[in-house]
T-cell receptor, first 115, second 112 residues
C-alpha cells in the first residue's frame, strides 16, 4: 500500500510569509504527527492529530498550527515565517497511536527554506 | 522536561567492527522505545521497537537493542557492521501520553 505522502517536497519562502504543508497518511491510519528536523536540534515533535482533533502538542509557538480532515489527511500551517523555520518537516502516521507501541511511518518530508 | 540523549554524534567504523550506539531517556513512566534509521537520501524507517517483555529486541538487518530499565537506556548494537549500514540512527521514546521524543541522531560512517 502507498506510504505517507507529503507535498510539496521543496518550498522556498521569504520572511513574514505563511506556508501550508500537506500530509496524506497511509490508508487506514488515523493518527498523524508532525516533526521539525534541523541539523542542530534533531527531530522535534510539533503536534499530533487524531480523528480531526489535536491530541498532543510540542513546545512550538502559536505560529505553528495544523488541522486534520475527515479522511485523516493533515495540513500544517506556519505563519509569519522566520529564518529559523528553515527545516525539513516530517509527517508520520500510525494506526491510532494509542500508546501500545505502534510505530510511526514517515513520509519523505517537505524541505522548507526561508530567504 | 522529557528528553532523549544520544551521546555519540558521529561514529566512524571499519567494516566488520562491532557497533554500539547509546540512548538514554528521561521519563519515569512506562515507555515504548524505538530505533529508526535514515539512509542517505531516504526517509526514516523503523529498525526495531520495544513494547514490553524480553528486554533484548531484535530488528532488521542484524540489529538488536537492549532495554535496561534501571539505567533508562536502550542501546543499539550490531556485531559486525557493513558499508551499507552507513546512515543516521535515531532513538525515540513514546510516553503514555502518545508523545514521541527523538534523540538528535547519530551519524554512522562505515569505511569499506
Amino acid at each position: 500500500k502507498a506510504g505517507v505522502t507529503q507535498t510539496p517536497r521543496y518550498l522556498i519562502k521569504t520572511r513574514g510569509q505563511q506556508v501550508t504543508l500537506s500530509c496524506s497518511p497511509i490508508s487506514g491510519h488515523r493518527s498523524v504527527s508532525w516533526y521539525q528536523q534541523t541539523p542542530g536540534q534533531g527531530l522535534q515533535f510539533l503536534f499530533e492529530y487524531f480523528s480531526e482533533t489535536q491530541r498532543n502538542k510540542g513546545n512550538f509557538p502559536g505560529r505553528f498550527s495544523g488541522r486534520q480532515f475527515s479522511n485523516s489527511r493533515s495540513e500544517m500551517n506556519v505563519s509569519t515565517l522566520e529564518l529559523g523555520d528553515s527545516a525539513l518537516y516530517l509527517c508520520a502516521s500510525s494506526l491510532d497511536g494509542t500508546g501500545v507501541g505502534q510505530p510511526q511511518h514517515f513520509g519523505d518530508g517537505t524541505r522548507l527554506s526561508i530567504l | 522536561a522529557q528528553s532523549v540523549s544520544q551521546h555519540n554524534h558521529h561514529v566512524i567504523l571499519s567494516e566488520a567492527a562491532s557497533l554500539e550506539l547509546g540512548c538514554n531517556y528521561s521519563y519515569g513512566g512506562t515507555v515504548n522505545l524505538f530505533w529508526y534509521v535514515q539512509y542517505p537520501g531516504q526517509h526514516l524507517q523503523l529498525l526495531l521497537k520495544y513494547f514490553s517483555g524480553d528486554p533484548l529486541v531484535k530488528g532488521i538487518k542484524g540489529f538488536e537493542a537492549e532495554f535496561i530499565k534501571s539505567k533508562f537506556s536502550f542501546n543499539l548494537r550490531k556485531p559486525s557492521v557493513q558499508w551499507s549500514d552507513t546512515a543516521e540512527y535515531f532513538c525515540a521514546v513514546m510516553n503514555t501520553g502518545n508523545q514521541f521524543y527523538f534523540g538528535t541522531g547519530t551519524s554512522l560512517t562505515v569505511i569499506p
